[in-house]
């Protein structure tokens, strides 16, 4: 959940469930399937978006930048955090330049080349995110409350067959590109992919 998605409040939730209202039982399924998984994504992702500025007064674009940093513990070049959130060099630095300013963050030399930087949470930012990270996985339980433990992890195991399945696809579709003389980058698409999945976690 990048500034290529910043908090643009409801309006491509209310887009993506209209999208949805507008199918008709004629639809192809793959069609409705489609769309329902994104309204439902917005959804709870809007969702999110309100509790962390009503509870936090920060953004989801910011929770993001922290959970990354969390995970890596002595620090992230500027190059591999913007890989991981998916997002411009830019908007990482304006992100970076906030959070040091705040104390949440620091730039440190990186000791495998003096002439990088590496950014890493202060012990002020880990305290803060620890409250926040807390409080997100509650606030998915509470949305996920009621549906039933047996339906969400069928739900989940359906989803992961539909991830493996699009692997393999996207194996091909890339296998074709390298054929026909295109290039890819598929260890840096799925590093960014696997990240993008593990960031509102929190803490994996």
Known sequence: MSTRRQDTGGVLGDERIGMEARTVSGDHLDVRLWLRLLATTNEIEQEIR??????????????????????????????????????????????????????????????????????????????RFDEMAAEHERWLTEIFAGFGRADEQALFDLLGRLRVHLAGTADQSAGTADHLGGTTDRTADQDGKNARSSTHRGRS
Do not use: C
Not at 50 to 70: C, I
């Open 50 to 127: 309100t509790r962390l500025r009503v509870r936090f007064a920060t953004t989801l674009p910011r929770f993001d930048y922290l959970a990354q940093l969390d995970r890596h513990h002595d620090g992230l070049r500027m190059s591999a955090l913007s890989r991981y959130l998916m997002v411009t060099g830019g908007n990482v630095t304006g992100l970076t330049d906030q959070l040091v300013a705040e104390g949440w963050v620091d730039r440190i030399p990186d000791p495998v080349d003096k002439r990088a930087t590496l950014v890493r949470l202060t012990e002020l930012g880990r305290t």
